[in-house]
Nanobody, 123 residues
Framework: VQLQASGGGLAQAGDSLRLSCASSGRTFRNFRGWFRQAPGKERQFVATITLSDGATYYADSVKGRFTISRDNPKNTVYLQMNSLKPEDTAVYYC??????????????????WGQGTLVTVSS
C-alpha cells in the first residue's frame, strides 16, 4: 500500500484547507487515519475513518472543525479542515491499517504511512 498525502499549504486563522490521501496497491478496508506532528512535539492522532462503513472518530482538539471523509472508488480519504487555528500548524500524515484495532487513535494501529504534508496557519 502506498499513500500520498497532499493539500497542505499556508493559511490564516479561520481559513479552511482540504487534505487528500490517495492510496495505491492493495486496499485494506479498515481504518484510514490522519495524524499530525507539530515542531518539537510527538505525532498525535487527528481523525480516522473506516473504509468499510464510514464510521468516523476525532481527536477532541479538532472535533467540530475537521471532517474526515472517503471516496472508495477513488481510493482517497479527505480531511476538511475549517476554522483553522495557529495550533493546527503541523505536518499531517495519513495512515492505513491492515486490521481493525480498537486502539485506532494510536500510531501502533496503523501499518502504512504517507510522506506527510505541511500545514502552516498564521494568526
Amino acid at each position: 500500500v502506498q499513500l500520498q498525502a497532499s493539500g497542505g499549504g499556508l493559511a490564516q486563522a479561520g481559513d479552511s484547507l482540504r487534505l487528500s490521501c490517495a492510496s495505491s496497491g492493495r486496499t485494506f478496508r479498515n481504518f484510514r487515519g490522519w495524524f499530525r506532528q507539530a515542531p518539537g512535539k510527538e505525532r498525535q492522532f487527528v481523525a480516522t475513518i473506516t473504509l468499510s462503513d464510514g464510521a468516523t472518530y476525532y481527536a477532541d482538539s479538532v472535533k467540530g472543525r475537521f471532517t474526515i471523509s472517503r471516496d472508495n472508488p477513488k481510493n482517497t480519504v479527505y480531511l476538511q479542515m475549517n476554522s483553522l487555528k495557529p495550533e493546527d500548524t503541523a505536518v499531517y500524515y495519513c495512515a492505513a491499517s491492515k486490521y481493525y484495532h480498537s486502539t485506532y487513535g494510536t500510531e501502533a494501529a496503523y501499518d502504512y504511512w504517507g510522506q506527510g504534508t505541511l500545514v502552516t496557519v498564521s494568526s
